[in-house]
């Protein structure tokens, strides 16, 4: 079972700026894709961003050019640098882990960290 403990949410101003951490229990660098999810209420979780064992990213179209994710596989850690926030930015984040053995896909979720973007 691989553990993933989130940290940096916050409370922030339209157009500023926030920093979330993902620390695992596990050696991301052995093939395990990396990423953020975020749900707001009453929505559907949704990806933000995510990056390969290799560190190729990927953005959803409603972050990209702000958010820039990245990962430190010596240190077992992800982050996701998050710039010019707009209040739509608001939700829960989830760090997720996702592996493929033996044609058998294995995700883990962290508990979720809160960003509020407002005035």
């Known amino acids: 079972q691989v553990q993933l403990v989130e940290s940096g949410g916050g409370l922030v101003q339209p157009g500023g700026s926030l920093r979330l951490s993902c620390a695992a229990s596990?050696?991301?660098?052995?093939?395990?894709?990396m990423g953020w999810y975020r749900q707001a209420p009453g929505k559907e979780r949704e990806l933000v961003a995510n990056t390969t064992p290799g560190g190729i990213p990927n953005y959803a179209d409603s972050v990209k050019g702000r958010f820039t994710i990245s990962r430190d596989n010596a240190k077992n850690t992800i982050s996701l640098q998050m710039n010019s926030l707009k209040p739509e930015d608001t939700a829960v984040y989830y760090c997720h882990a996702e592996r493929w053995r033996l044609a058998k896909k294995y995700d883990y979720w962290g508990q979720g960290t809160q960003v509020t973007v407002s005035s």
């Open positions: 596990t050696s991301i660098a052995s093939g395990y894709f």
